[in-house]
């Protein structure tokens, strides 16, 4: 069970609760309605795994769009606040969020052809997760429907500086992967942070088109061309 994919359908189910399938003219028989006990059971499971993203995995990039846009999942506060901690604090970086951590996914230590890692191999990736800039766009859009005009301003300054610089129109690119991750890996300090990174952007899959759509709504936010409400 992935705390995220609960959310998302936890949101999906309340948002077409009660929809008439024929608008306005429709008869109370052609309505949706969902079951709620069901949603209860969802509400309960979601409470149980969060800020975990599972019993496996202590937080997933995944949560943020449960945690505010698009599906503002968590009605407790307290519980939001320690999940949205715990992604901040664990993955995110210069230029984006990791997913996870030990995430090798188009690192240059990957095995494009092994479809499953061991625990002891996902060592290999850690520190040289991949950057995605998408989730600052959920981080952005997150804070302007929260009203926390600090934050959104302190996100869109990180997004800006990962937009790719080789096109004549402002791109966001899938992701920025560490170019350099050998052995010899140089660190000035301990710690993720604090790492001597050389990262490029993924030239493939540009644009691409989750962050790209993304963008343009966060752009329309920012020049007041939409508003939450």
């Known amino acids: 069970l992935h705390a995220s994919s609960i ?5 999906a189910l309340n948002a077409i609760h009660g929809l008439n399938l ?4 429709g008869t109370p028989f052609c309505a949706i309605h969902v079951d709620p006990d069901a949603q209860y059971r969802n509400h309960v499971i979601l409470s149980t795994l969060l800020p975990k ?3 496996s995995k202590e937080t997933d990039a995944a949560l943020m769009c449960i945690v505010g846009f698009p599906a503002f999942s968590i009605e407790n506060s307290d519980l939001k606040t ?3 901690k715990k992604l901040i604090e664990t993955l ?3 230029y984006g969020f990791k997913r996870f951590v030990k995430d090798g996914h188009h690192t240059l230590k990957e095995n494009k052809s092994q479809k499953h890692y061991e625990p002891w191999e996902l060592e290999a990736f850690e520190n040289i997760e991949c950057q995605w800039p998408l989730f600052f766009i959920y981080a952005f859009i997150t804070a302007v429907f929260r009203g926390e005009t600090e934050d959104a301003e302190g996100y869109w300054r990180k997004l800006e500086n990962c937009i ?16 350099e991750c050998g052995d ?6 301990e710690g993720v942070d604090d790492v001597t990174e050389k990262l490029e952007p993924l030239q493939e899959h540009m644009p691409f088109l989750w962050a790209q759509s993304l963008y343009i709504i966060a752009r329309l936010l920012k020049n007041n061309l939409i508003s939450p409400s």
């Open 82 to 84: 320690s999940t949205e």
């Open 22 to 25: 024929f608008g306005e003219g």
């Open 164 to 179: 790719s610089k080789t096109h004549s129109y402002k791109l966001i690119p899938k992701l920025y992967y560490h170019s």
């Open 7 to 11: 959310g998302m359908a936890k949101a």
């Open 92 to 94: 995110e970086c210069t």
């Open 184 to 189: 010899e890996v140089m660190w000035t300090v």
């Open 53 to 55: 993203e599972s019993s």
